[in-house]
């Protein structure tokens, strides 16, 4: 199956985890750009310029946490449209139920296995481009 997402946001204080995401999916299908931010202020500004399909976010981040950038995407109507696939280390049921009614569409907890990942992107409606 060939991938609808064609523009990807990749947002994580953890360097080691956006190289792991973004090479993932590099290997897999070349159908689509990357881009990657390191706290909730970059992914703002990525969002505006990069236009992505879809966030991959984490949750907990210095200084603008992953639920904040959730509702702030949702909050704009240029931007509401976009996928928000969240990913934390903090999977508690409550940081779940939170993330969900900030507006994320689906969540992965850490560590993740990245071929799930990727399957969970091509797999999943909300998750198709616009």
């Known amino acids: 199956m060939v991938m609808d997402v064609s523009r990807i946001l990749v947002v994580d204080d953890e360097p080691s985890i956006r190289r792991l995401i973004t090479r993932s999916f590099e290997r897999k299908n070349a159908a689509h750009a ?24 984490d949750l907990m981040m ?8 959730c509702q702030l995407v949702r909050a704009n109507p240029e931007t509401r449209h976009i996928g928000i696939l969240v990913i934390t280390g903090y999977a508690a049921e409550e940081n779940v ?20 990942l990727i399957q969970q992107v091509v797999t999943s409606e909300p998750f198709r481009a616009k």
């Open 34 to 57: 990357l881009c990657t931010a390191a706290d909730g202020f970059e992914a703002g500004l990525q969002v505006v310029k990069f236009r992505p399909d879809l966030i991959i976010l």
């Open 62 to 69: 210095p200084n603008i946490d992953g639920f904040r950038v």
């Open 97 to 116: 139920k939170r993330a969900m009614e900030c507006g994320a569409d689906s969540w992965m907890a850490k560590p993740f296995d990245p071929s799930e």
